[in-house]
């Protein structure tokens, strides 16, 4: 073991306790928060119902799947359990269902949290947005501290016990199985409960947003949590495990060389969780304070102390390479570097949002062709930013040695991870005021109650694309560092069985180059399939809509009830169904790959699959957040207001953008991390079968 | 020289001299068709005379930029003037403007004759299906004949000549630069007068589409010409010249292993342009015929016709190699089949179509997302048979020896585009039988004449989705091949500065993967440039068309003529003005890769925009041309037919399908093919200098 390996297993558990510790003094500190008016009691707990529903629905499918994908493993993976070692077979799939029940329990917990927070937020507004603010950040807060808790306890736990990091990618994979669930059942939930909401209550009856008589409207605010605060979480519950999952294999195939590469990874990963909780503890908002300042404001604290903690560490600690520390610092800044360019194409003060609310004057062909191309324009930086830190990162490590080039690529997704508790606070603050906003609402708090809710609840929007920039960003570099896993762990099946190991993937090769193409067309097809599902589900539940209104009576006069549950249940039922086949294409294909074309095909997919990935992901995310501030510039009095020809354009624009935002683009990430762990699980099987 | 090659050289020069003659005879042949409607020959004029102007404009600006050019090459390629060979410069400069020159002739006839035959198959209309649809169809086999024609007579001129393969690169980007002109410039115009044209006439003025009132009517036609006549010969002019001397190049460096490698570039060419000649003439269709089958079935005529006389060749001519055939032959098979199933999503029989005419009946957004799922999914069948047929080539042609592999790719993508003559005049069909339509129309030849012209039109929109699948795919093939060219010229660089050779590039290899991602992001900046571009100058000529409306007295009311001039010119200058940034872009992101990183970079760079190139134009072009023929299946009276919801809606589709598959899709093809040209050209450059 290397030195001082076990001291940072013990930092780890302890600063996992401490972000537990403080979450659920958080948790109690917003409970303990006053929440009076009968009406906001009243809907508030119809959406935690409904969001528990979901959950438990989910869950349940959740587990069958698991234990099937369990039972395969403990057949077949690392190796066929006939000729390979049981314990290891065992210990890959209580990995595996250790990454599923950790991020559930996070999910689980930060969709309370946020059913908690809702209200009271919107009640504190009434008091000011200094109170409100806090709620809605705090009720985040707890989310972003136990995810972050969550991955740095399993991934020490799992090496810790297991000592192989091989196993590590196991329970790397069940933490992606259940982000898959999340982020892209929730997606097509909360889409289709939005669409169905808005068709039938805006569209056919003229009855505001959030009317009590639509039987859709708690699906629908349910949604917001569940897509954006389990879903999210999930995925960066993800993308954390994956980079720490696949710096560690690297770091563990390059022991003996002179640095304690595996003890800076750990140390890494628990100065960034314990930056998040200063950085956390900190954030406040002035009385008349701007929230989106406020909100950044916390990520630059954290960031800066994160770079400060470990460039103390590394001086210290022997065994540390400043080098390793200039590839994770540029992946931090790299990563903050692309959130701030993906604000420049979604942020309604700046000129691209002005430019296609103008554009909405021409109609709505115009809204969606010039979002289309500001969304393409915006992959750019991106790209660029990610191209660059990988990069640069190789170059940095490289001198030290064969294999610290991929390791430092590694850490520069460590290093661009290792604020995500900060990240996922701030994302899962949207829901909850976005939410609180509409509580305001219905509870009716008056005029400036309202003001101050949209207040927050536009910065929760601003702060979001921001935050999705980011995490598709750091997707993207783990899934490099993945890329250089898989190739690990292919020579290790190679070098087993005696045969030639492989030096790279070379794009001249034409198995390489035939996997390319394969997988740059699977995002494609994997978010046309969400992007359909949502249609096909949100045709149903129109129809249930549809059937409430005819057979109940009163139901439209506003003296019966709606069957909320119905509404929650279709859309629940309709997601899972939905997603399956869509995920099981990107496996599938994935295994077929690899069968027909081997491990050099598969090199090529991988590769293949993360470009077109990450532009598409880049490319809806950001264009479904230009359309949606569009329309709310537009709203807010600009180009004819609301009701104007300019806004109903907008209204269809930021409809064509919402499954982009919320259901495709975000899931993308979490198939380019599925395929990638299948990858590196299947390796040794495709590194000795080849048709050709 | 390779045995047989100057039998070669004679039987290139022999087929081209027939192809040219059989061209002759056919244009008049059209020419001899009575015209006698004096409202049809007075609009068929104003047409002509737009696209002259067009053509004119387009060609001073191209010469200047040719001109430019010529100079840079003169100066530094193949190397530097100053320790380089002066013959070797001035001879790429030459081939460099015979490209443009050959492209610009071929583009010029295409249009002649375009113009000539729209109005007399509008007249033949009237005595029925048959001599109509043979018109239209000679018409654009004089553009399929002169361009393949024009190419292998250049190519074979210029390898004749100069006896040095890697001049031919200079002759090949001279036929791209025309292409980006002929292809982006020429879909910027034909968008711009469209949507302008539909912008003021049906919205604002409620008068009908081919109103002679309006306008920006001429330029509107003028646009089908230069767009799908000149453009997609342009481009595929392009594809061929770039196939061939790819496989050329390949083909020399494989000289004294045995086959006469050369000789079969050639022969399977000239066998090629022979079948097409065939297949053209005896495309024939029944009194009652149906158009589609006439057309796909003149396709299916020529592919047999090729593949027996190249079977029928590779057995007698000693130095032949089946491997080779059957390398040329998948790719022509491949082609074929991506047209089928490229079919299957745009045909207005087929599911797909009217799937999104349904959603349509949701409003708008439903029409864009399923057409953009669909689309996405659209790219699947072509991408995987581009990439079984570069592997199934590869594998065929590798155990002839070393880089046979290669070559059989190059190979795949000559067998492809051998009957390139028989898709362009099927292409070519297209715009003139649309001309007919609207000038049937404007000549009040009655309902009967119309409904025939509706058919012939309905055919050329069916057989055009094929052909631009083909052309994409095609393309695709090409620059895998050109991907080959450049690596050999690289490492010639290499060789003689008596550096280490590069074997590959390596996805693992940092500067490669950087390449990759910069690259992959280009066609998306690339085409949200022309879509912006499109909308920037439909400004400009809406304001215009207002201009004319204000001031020409009579206008409204039909008395007095619009000023249809100034609508081209605003159109055409526009066009250019847009094109250019978008093209010096891709150009200087090109150099500066190779700048920065070195040969390595390119060559993942171009990997990246070769795929991400082949998913996006795919998928703008398929969902275009979905969102037509949807809206055309509405008209017809699906869904609630005109003027319902769903016609409405799925005119928004349509409207943004217009500059997806009419400016950006097609566009991509000659942006992927410049790219992968500048960077062999400039091979040597990036070969010594790298910052990294």
Chains 1, 2 share one sequence.
Request: net charge neutral.
């Amino acid at each position: 073991m290397e030195q001082y390996q076990s001291l940072f297993y013990g930092l780890s558990f302890l600063v996992a306790a401490i972000a537990f510790a403080y979450a659920a003094y958080l948790y109690f500190w917003v409970k303990r928060q006053p929440i009076t008016n009968g009406k906001i009691i009243e809907v508030a707990g119809l959406i935690k119902e409904g969001a528990k529903t979901f959950m438990r629905r989910e869950y349940k499918i959740l587990a069958i799947f698991a234990s099937v994908v369990a039972v395969l493993i403990l057949l077949f993976l690392p190796s066929p359990i006939w000729n390979g070692d049981f314990i290891d077979n065992i210990s890959m799939a209580l990995a595996y269902i250790a990454g599923t029940v950790l991020s559930a329990i996070a999910g689980k917990i930060g969709i309370m949290v946020a059913s908690l927070s809702n209200g009271r937020s919107a009640e504190a507004a009434q008091k000011g947005i200094k109170p409100a603010f806090l709620i809605g950040f705090r009720g985040g807060a707890v989310m972003g501290l136990i995810v972050v808790g969550c991955s740095l306890f399993g991934v020490a736990a799992v090496l810790w016990i297991v000592g192989d990091a091989s196993i590590l990618l196991g329970f790397s994979f069940g933490a992606s199985s259940l982000a898959l669930f999340a982020k892209a059942g929730g997606g097509i939930f909360t889409k289709t409960a939005d669409v169905s909401a808005d068709l039938t209550g805006k569209v056919e009856l003229g009855i505001p947003e959030d009317d009590p008589r639509n039987p859709a409207v708690i699906a629908d605010n349910v949604g917001d949590n569940v897509g954006d605060v389990a879903g999210m979480g999930a995925d960066l519950f993800d993308s954390n495990v994956a980079a720490m999952a696949s710096a560690i294999v690297i770091a563990q195939s390059l022991s003996g060389t002179g640095y304690n590469n595996l003890s800076m990874v750990f140390c890494y990963s628990v100065l960034g969780l314990l930056s998040s909780i200063i950085g956390i503890a900190t954030a406040r908002i002035g009385k008349n304070g701007n929230p989106t300042r406020a909100l950044n404001s916390s990520t630059y604290v954290t960031t800066a102390i994160y770079m400060i903690l470990t460039a103390v560490a590394t001086a210290f600690i022997p065994g540390f390479s400043w080098r390793i520390w200039g590839a994770a610092t540029v992946g931090l800044l790299v990563g903050v570097i692309i959130g701030i360019t993906t604000d420049y194409f979604t942020d309604d003060s700046k000129p691209i949002v002005k430019k296609v609310a103008h554009a909405s004057q021409t109609g709505p062909a115009f809204t969606i062709l010039s979002g289309v191309s500001y969304g393409f324009i915006s992959a750019l930086p991106a790209m660029v930013g990610i191209a660059i830190s990988a990069l640069a990162a190789y170059k940095i490590c490289e001198p030290m040695g064969d294999g610290y080039a991929v390791f430092g690529i590694s850490m520069a997704a460590v290093g661009m991870l290792s604020i995500v508790g900060m990240i996922i606070s701030n994302d899962a603050y949207g829901p909850i005021v976005d939410n609180a906003r509409g509580l305001a609402e219905m509870g009716d708090l008056g005029e400036d109650t309202i003001r101050i809710a949209d207040e927050l609840d536009s910065a929760g929007n601003t702060v979001k694309a921001v935050t999705k920039g980011f995490s598709i960003s750091a997707a993207g570099l783990t899934v490099i560092s993945l890329l250089g896993a898989f190739m690990s762990e292919v020579n290790t099946a190679l070098a087993e069985a005696g045969k030639e190991l492989i030096t790279g993937f070379d794009i001249m090769d034409p198995t390489v180059f035939f996997g390319v193409l394969i997988g740059a067309v699977i995002p494609a097809v994997f978010s046309a399939m969400l992007i359909l599902g949502v249609d096909k589900n949100a045709q149903r539940m129109v129809a249930e809509i549809h059937r409430q209104f005819n057979s109940i009576k009163g139901l439209r006069e506003g003296t019966a009830k709606p069957e909320y549950d119905k509404c929650i249940d279709i859309a629940t039922t309709g997601a899972l169904r939905e997603l399956i086949p869509a995920g099981l294409m990107t496996i599938l294909v994935t295994i077929l790959v690899g069968v027909i074309g081997g491990a050099k095909a598969v090199g090529g997919f991988l590769l293949g699959n993360i470009v077109s990935g990450l532009l598409l992901a880049l490319f809806m995310s950001n264009a479904g957040g230009l359309w949606d501030n569009s329309k709310k510039y537009v709203e807010a009095g600009n180009e004819g207001g609301k009701g104007s020809k300019a806004h109903k354009a907008a209204v269809i624009g930021d409809t064509v953008g919402d499954p982009f935002k919320d259901t495709a683009g975000p899931s993308i990430n979490t198939q380019i991390t599925v395929v990638s762990l299948v990858a590196s699980l299947l390796s040794g099987v495709f590194a000795m079968i080849s048709i050709f």
